[in-house]
């Protein structure tokens, strides 16, 4: 990073280091871990398209409308929007978007840190020799054994988010620029590989039906609000990471492209991995809705038929820790910025009140798969819940309500001024989508899949 102007933030060095962080959030444990099972436990096909089409008409959206709202404040989330509210919409309380996206950074993370802490502990059994010629049975037994012991998974949680918390609170979040540079191209090579193995071992030709044949009878109208709210979740939308990140992009650059190279990457990840997952259910006849546990239950499996299983099996479990990581960061860092800026504390004060916080919560998490594992209501689990609350409902709140700011409260010539894209053509096609069907579309799934039409 350049720290040669003088913008308190600094700025990002290239272009490049800025799609590189913004796809380091949202590459995540959204694309290997969470795309795959929502995909398999809501049918298919169907589904996936729903989310294709939700990424396209409405993600690309928000994220251009996130970068460039980022940009224009220059600030954290709360302070930008409650500047820009004020600037241009006469009104403070647009702050609320920020504060709301803190909150759901909190709660998002608290759960993710304790899967981020299943891919630890799979790193701790490469390494042990444990995943070294496993088969179905032996897949299962391994996974269960993972997440039945509340003292194991809490440890785990516990380094995931003292590693975080570290980082975070040494300042160096956009240090890691140069580890993202290395290791997002690293991860993509190994999930290439193992796409090339799966259809060579695997059962390709079914996973490629079951992702892209579509069968609309599956789909329901939940199924649509989950495909909705993962196309928020996966692009790291809805919770202003991105307005964060877009503060430090310099002017100048076209917002529209970056924004499309970054769904590019993130959805060609996600469809890879679901690629690979499948081929391995399908060929040995895994359940395809068997939930959180599928991409720990199945690529073991994929690796013993790997040449050097051990060291291929801890190479993926080590990205894909990286790879939480670099999203992780992304989504404790706007509370942090808050507390720092609105309330003086130290940057490492904050981090580590945040970051105990979040552990506690993640409690409730590590327990819904054991000790509380019957504990059910609203939508299961403490885990299901907070999932279904953060990812479906809160993000794309926090996503209708930015494109209601973009689209209507910004004039024509003040967005494509900074919007700054070549071709008027693209810049209208976001005004459109941003005032018309974003909001729309976000409304009337919501409706629909709260059961309220
Ligand atoms: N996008 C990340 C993933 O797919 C998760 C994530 C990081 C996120 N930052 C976020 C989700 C902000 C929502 C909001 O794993």
Redesign the pocket.
């Known amino acids: 990073m350049s720290n040669t102007n003088n913008n308190i933030h600094g700025q990002w060095s290239t272009r490049l280091a800025f799609i590189l962080a913004v796809s380091g ?7 290997i ?2 795309f795959p099972y929502i995909t398999g436990m809501n049918g298919g096909g169907a589904f996936v398209l729903v989310y294709l089409a939700c990424i396209l008409m409405i993600g690309l959206p928000i994220l251009m409308s996130e970068v460039l709202l980022g940009r224009m404040g220059q600030k954290n989330p709360i302070e930008t929007m409650r500047t820009l509210g004020i600037q241009y919409a006469g009104s403070g309380l647009w702050s609320l978007v920020g504060i709301l996206g803190v909150l ?2 909190v709660l ?1 993370l608290s759960y ?1 840190s304790v899967v981020a802490g299943w891919a630890m502990n799979y790193v701790y059994l490469g390494l042990s020799g444990t995943l070294d010629n496993v088969d179905a049975a032996n897949a299962t037994l391994i996974f269960t054994g993972v997440v039945s012991s509340p003292t194991n998974l809490i440890f785990w949680h516990s380094l995931f988010m003292i590693s975080t918390a570290v980082v975070v609170g040494k300042g160096v979040v956009h240090g890691i620029e140069r580890s993202i540079k290395i290791l997002m191209p690293l991860l993509f090579l190994l999930l290439l590989v193992l796409l090339g193995f799966s259809i060579v071992n695997g059962d390709a030709v079914s996973a490629f039906y079951f992702l892209f044949k579509f069968n609309f009878d599956l789909l329901t109208a939940e199924a649509i609000l989950i495909a909705l709210g993962h196309a ?8 202003g ?2 307005m964060a990140y877009g503060a430090y992009l310099p002017r100048g650059h076209s917002i529209s492209r970056l924004a499309i190279s970054i769904v590019f990457v ?1 959805t060609i990840v996600a469809l890879i991995a679901g690629m690979v997952i499948f081929s391995v259910v399908f060929a040995n006849d895994l359940s395809i809705g068997q939930g959180p546990g599928l991409v720990f239950q199945t690529l073991p499996i994929a690796f013993s038929s790997l040449p050097l299983t051990s060291l291929a099996s801890v190479l993926f479990f080590v990205l894909l820790v990286a ?2 990581w670099t ?2 960061i ?2 404790i860092e706007p509370a942090v910025a808050w507390l720092v800026e609105a309330f003086s504390f130290s940057r490492q004060k904050a981090t580590y009140f945040i970051a105990f916080i979040i552990w506690m919560l993640g409690l409730l998490s590590v327990f819904s798969f054991n000790s509380l594992s019957e504990f059910i209501f609203w939508k299961g689990t403490w885990f299901d819940n907070f999932d279904f609350l ?2 479906n409902l809160l ?1 794309p709140f926090g996503g209708l309500l930015i494109s209601i700011f973009a689209g209507w409260k910004l004039s024509f010539n003040i967005s494509s001024s900074e919007i700054n894209t070549t071709k008027l053509y693209w810049f209208r096609l976001w005004r459109f989508l941003s005032r018309y069907i974003a909001p729309v579309g976000i409304m009337i799934i919501f409706l629909d899949g709260l059961g309220v039409i």
């Open positions: 959030s949202a590459v995540g444990l959204g694309n871990w969470k759901t950074g998002i993710y928020f979740f996966t692009l790291s939308l809805g919770m990471a991105v993130d790879a939480a999203s992780s992304s989504l953060t990812a993000l």
